[in-house]
């Protein structure tokens, strides 16, 4: 009996072993991507550098990555990751880049496994998450790096400010706000960059566009107007808003400062038309809003006079809150968008490094 019952389990094991080898895949794909840059699959750069973004492969099966009729193509995703820009596609010797990336962008091919793209000079637009797609026959890898770029992790490093246009409160579009933040040297602020400025003491009343297309606004200091007197302090949320059709102001986000803001000193107040000359003059160019705030916030600038800015506002920073400058915060101080023939008003200068 024992016998028996032995002869019928060993039976019932060779079948299941003949089952488990019947229904495993014939043979793994030709290509798995490797992930060398641990769980974060993140690379950090800073502003005018360059970087190479990770795209290596294992090859198997005698496959060579270097085959007759490989593909390959990067591209750039949007924040909300609904939409894909490409950069650069690769088939044999023929390769093209795409928009903004031309001219920027290359293949490292450093040996028959990278597919490895080198991007330089460096931009704050370049931040966010990229995708590399090998396709060989039935074969598709798609491997994902996420780019960092000095500033745009830590609030530490940059600074987000509020922005709207000359025509006033709540005139911009998710697209329009986009180009609003580029023409200030900067770009649409993540939610970590918010929140982050928000525990640093930003309060600001004004609903903005964040980059993933939601509509958001920091609050430290509860009060009607502003979701309530007896609501906590924190993110007021609008939630995701048409990107088209919905019209808010915007919460830019700027890296550190490569060159110096200034006043300049001339002996006569300028039209805005003056301004822009008296900088060039001096072997500058007219300051942005973005620089402002960043030379503002992150290296303690403080100057009681009101300067045109590149944009056409007049502003003025104080680190240090006094009588008759801004007597009760530290703040960019905003005057508005004044008729650009008034000859009442300073400038402030930008030096970029040599």
């Known amino acids: 009996m024992i016998t028996l019952l032995c002869t019928v389990f060993l039976s019932l094991t060779l079948a299941s072993s003949v089952y488990s080898e019947t229904n495993s895949p014939a043979s793994p794909p030709a290509y798995t991507a490797e992930t060398e840059l641990g769980d974060q699959n993140r690379v950090f750069a800073s502003r005018g550098s360059n970087v190479t973004l990770p795209c290596r492969l294992h090859r198997q099966h005698g496959m060579s990555f270097g085959s007759v009729g490989m593909r390959i193509k990067w591209t750039k995703l949007s924040a909300d990751e609904s939409l894909e820009e490409d950069v650069l596609v690769s088939m044999g010797f023929h390769k093209k880049s795409y928009g903004s990336f031309q001219g920027r962008v290359h293949l490292l091919e450093a040996d028959d496994d990278d597919a490895s793209l080198v991007l330089s000079d460096v931009s704050l637009d370049d931040v966010g998450k990229f995708r590399c797609e090998v396709i060989d026959g039935i074969d598709d890898v798609i491997h994902e790096v996420t780019l960092e770029v000095q500033g745009s992790v830590g609030y530490s490093d940059g600074v987000v400010f509020p922005y709207s246009p000359r025509l006033g409160r709540y005139n911009l579009n998710f697209h329009d706000a986009e180009q609003a933040c580029l023409d200030q040297d900067s ?15 930003m309060d600001w009343c004004n609903a903005g566009w964040l980059n993933d297309g939601s509509v958001q606004y920091p609050i ?3 009060r009607g107007p502003c ?31 490569k060159g110096r803001l200034y006043w300049l000193v001339q002996p006569h107040k300028l039209t805005f038309a003056e301004a822009v000359q008296a900088c060039q003059d001096d ?3 007219i300051a942005n809003v973005a620089q402002m705030y960043a030379a503002w916030k992150l290296n303690g600038y403080d100057r009681c006079d009101s300067g045109w800015l590149a944009d056409g506002s007049v502003r003025y920073p104080i680190s240090s809150p006094r009588r008759n400058c801004s007597p009760t915060e530290a703040a960019v101080r905003f005057v508005g968008f004044p008729d650009k023939k008034q000859k009442l008003f300073g400038v ?3 030096k970029g490094q040599q």
């Open 220 to 222: 430290t200091k509860p």
């Open 283 to 285: 072997g500058a160019e």
């Open 187 to 201: 770009v649409v602020a993540s939610f970590d960059q918010l929140y982050e400025a928000w525990r640093s003491g």
């Open 227 to 257: 979701g309530g007197a007896n609501a906590r302090a924190g993110l007021r949320n609008y939630g995701q808003r048409e990107k088209s059709k919905s019209h808010y102001d915007v919460f830019c986000f700027t890296s550190g400062l």
């Open 348 to 350: 402030y200068c930008f």
